[in-house]
């Protein structure tokens, strides 16, 4: 079992920065990749930035230049380092960890752009 938990959302203006953390416990090894997802009302959950066990990475277009998603193994914690935040961008996050090809979820964050 793994448990995650998120941290970091709140509300910003347009333009402003957040980050995003997603704290990891119980079994953290055989970890397949990482992820962190945005579901915005009346969407579906979407991918914005994955990690592999290698640490290559992938971003939705809507945000590539814009987030980071960074691991601080010594911390068994994830982060999304979001910059140049747009309206667009307000949705609950969730952090997801699969470990031997099962899903882990956190319980999710907000982050609200005001315009």
């Known amino acids: 079992q793994v448990q995650l938990v998120e941290s970091g959302g709140g509300l910003v203006q347009s333009g402003g920065s957040l980050r995003l953390s997603c704290a990891a416990s119980g079994s953290i090894f055989d970890i397949n990749d990482m992820g962190w997802y945005r579901q915005a009302p009346g969407k579906q959950r979407e991918l914005v930035a994955s990690?592999?066990?290698?640490?290559?990475?992938n971003y939705a277009d809507s945000v590539k230049g814009r987030f980071t998603i960074s691991m601080n193994n010594a911390k068994n914690t994830m982060y999304l380092q979001m910059n140049s935040l747009k309206p667009e961008d307000s949705a609950v996050y969730y952090c997801?960890?699969?470990?031997?090809?099962?899903?882990?979820w956190g319980q999710g964050t907000q982050v609200t752009v005001s315009s």
């Open positions: 990690m592999s066990s290698g640490r290559s990475t």
């Open positions: 997801k960890v699969t470990r031997r090809f099962l899903n882990y």
